[in-house]
């Protein structure tokens, strides 16, 4: 059940149902357009998604689907089955080629793997188009929808003989005005013409007596007559005579032609509902496709659990202007059914509850939705909306009695699969009964489980919320430090209306707000101070968080990076030990086996002093060479080889920081700024700090060779995930922010950034200058713009990029 009638006008549905009827070919769809209907039936909502799911992943695919020629031919069927009718020839040639589309989708799906469209196969495999008809139709109707020579016997001559006879009229004709012209009766430029359907020679009027013949007709000013020669006239009645005859042949042959697809008609008829099918579905998922929608998990039981949603309408509008809209992130589930939202005026309440309507509306109509993948849908038998002001003279209705004609409505028809939503809930009285009021309504439309979204201002039912089962609060999200509003729904907490703060931007005397503040009474003015401390500091601690969460996954690396090494140092160290063991165990059986030998050889020689003495010569010489430690080579300390270098202090140059032993790479220069990396570090240092030294001292203190730049890794994903879009300057020097600027659209070029924000305050707008005129000489800047005057006007540039 939908409430009320005017529910698709309230939603926006009549814009997408234009939207369709526009994107469909032939009438044949359009009346599918017409016939679009919410439906509370779970298997059909499911059976239309799918379909047009199904021919939206046909379109994304590129197959070749037919995309023309979706002739509505369905009045020609109907004057058909009529005994005696016949259809023109402009008719078969429009049956022709729509018969033809038809069975190019019927092949289409024939042709695809079985289950790769379950339900578009299936009904391709009811339609039927008799090879006969089409047949018969092609043996008459050539590919210009033109009668064919050969469609009869008695037409091939007729047409043979008309064609004889205008080739003789010709050239007697041809002959005669090849005369008139030698005889000065006529122009040289003059052709024969045709008139009244007979063959004529135009003559000038002041001849006209000096050709004999019949004046069919003469030009507007009078001077030229169209005369048929007296002896062509005969010729002329004859080829009358067979066009008339070539007329009732034709005739005859679409009357036969008609009578043959006359007992097809039925079969035809489903065959031209399926076509008008395929192109209500290509009109659905043309849609589809423009606002990037998808078909969710959809399940038979009451609940919203939506990503990324976004308006449908806002979203194409939005395309066409080259802007995104900001999505929407909503859940509602059993024990938080009733979500409350509230948050300053132009906030994006109203916009955040149509876009939960519309989306559910359009869905129950067979639609894809603009979400996220990992969404999911519910079902809702039921959509009752107070949207709008529904005031009436007739029925004598004021805003606040229009309203609560609704609630009753509500309150009565409300049941477990609704969904409500009602937009500025309880105002249009006095504010005290009319929150009263609302919080009486809002407790019973919780008891009768029904689901909803609603848009408030009211404290009470803020509190209320708080503190009763099945009702969440919400707020629409709000820079509290800059009035700027977010368009973010955030569920779990309640909004601050900002109504004292805006009104101080906009420039409400102080004397007049803090009057204010005072009749509201401290206990109001705390709770919105409050909010709006708490949306300061959660914003603040958001920012915190993602930094905290940036600098853990950092730490995280370094200590795998840590582990890994550690564990690479440890395997080395065992390995090392383990070969110096195996090595000295060769040693040791090379040298017991020498020991021996020499034992033996001194026992065989008797010992003998000279062998004796060699063999001790050869095993001290073993000693020597195998067991004897390496010589290590002795490295010079840093400190010990410092050489400084004249010069300027230029990109490239080494550096040592003045007072330490740190040397470092100077990268880029920022006015009297360096960055200088020292090993896997970078930093910034005044140029008054650092001293210029030789590459020799670089190179011992370090152990590196210079790197090229072009050499140098660029480590894009930590790049992205420091970099924001948002740049504030605010307090800075000139130098040292056109330092700032260059760094920040270095990487703004290198990640893809199509549009940048820069906030450099009003003041007397010589920062704002200073960095517009430095922005000009990039080459990848397209245009620059102030923010719009709420979100920071001239203080805030806007940088579009190519």
Known sequence: MLYPGTIEQKLGFDKLRDWLKDACISPLGQYFVEKIRFSDNFGLVEKLVSQTAEMRKIMEIGENFPSQNYIDATPYLK????????????????????????KLCIRFFENQEENAFPLLAEYSK????????????EKIIDDRGQIRDSASTELTRIRRRLISEQAGIRKKLDTMLRSAKSNGWISEDVSLTVRNGRMVIPVSSEHKRKLKGFIHDESATGQTVFIEPTDVFESNNEIRELEYEERREIN??????????????????????????????????????????????FENRQFIDWREARHPLLHLSFRKQGKKVVPLNIELKDKERILIVSGPNAGGKS??????????????????????????????????????????????????????????????????????????????????????????????????????????????LKVLADKTDGLVNGAMRFDGEHLEPLYQLEIGRPGSSFAFEIASKIGLPKGIINRAKDKLGTQQVNFEKLLKELDIERRVFSEKNIELGIKERKLAKQLEDYTALKSGLETNEKKIVNEAKQKAKTLIAD???????????????????????????????????SLEPEALPETAKPEDIYEPEEGAIVPGSYVRIAGQTAIGEVISLRGKDAEIRIGDLKSTIKLNR?????????????????????????????????????????????????????????????????????????????????????????SHVAGMQDEHPDRGGAGVTIVKMK
């Open 126 to 137: 009811n339609v039927r188009v008799d090879k006969a008809i089409t047949d018969a139709i």
């Open 252 to 297: 005859r042959i679409l009357l036969e032609l008609t009578s043959r697809l006359r007992p097809f008609v039925p079969d035809l008829q489903k065959a031209y509902q399926f076509l008008g099918l395929m192109d209500f579905l290509r009109a659905k998922a043309k849609l589809a496709a423009e606002m990037n929608a998808i078909s969710p998990a």
């Open 591 to 625: 040298a017991n086996q020498l020991i021996e030998n020499t034992i033996r050889e001194i026992k065989e020689n008797k010992a003998e002093k000279e062998k004796t003495k060699t063999v001790r010569q050869e095993l001290e010489k073993f000693t020597k060479k």
């Open 690 to 778: 650092l001293e210029r030294v030789s590459k020799k001292t670089y190179k011992a203190a370090t152990g590196e060779k210079k790197l090229k730049t072009s050499s140098k890794g660029v480590d894009l994903n930590e790049r992205m995930m420091n970099f924001s879009f948002n740049l504030d300057m605010r307090g800075k020097r000139g130098e040292e922010a056109l330092g700032i600027v260059d760094q920040f659209m270095d990487n703004a070029i290198m990640l893809g950034y199509d549009e940048l924000r820069i906030v450099h305050g009003k003041g007397d707008g010589i920062l704002r200058t200073l960095v517009r005129n430095h922005l000009r000489g990039y």
């Open 79 to 102: 004057r058909a089955s009529i005994e005696g009718m016949l259809l023109t020839q402009s008719e078969f040639s429009d049956l022709k080629v729509s018969l033809q589309t038809i």
């Open 351 to 460: 916009v955040s509850l149509k876009t939960v309507g519309l989306i559910q509306y359009m869905f129950q109509c067979g639609l894809l939705v603009p979400m996220r993948e990992d969404s999911s849908i519910g079902f809702f038998q039921n959509i009752f909306i107070d949207i709008g002001d529904e005031q009436s003279l007739e029925n004598d209705l004021s805003t606040y009695s229009s309203h609560l004609t609704n609630m009753r409505h509500f309150l009565t028809l409300a049941n477990k699969r609704t969904l409500f939503l009602i937009d500025e809930f309880g105002t249009g009285t006095e504010p005290g009964l009319g929150g009263a009021i609302a919080e009486a309504i809002l407790e019973d439309l919780t008891k009768s489980g029904a689901f909803g979204v609603i848009n408030t201002h009211y404290t009470n």
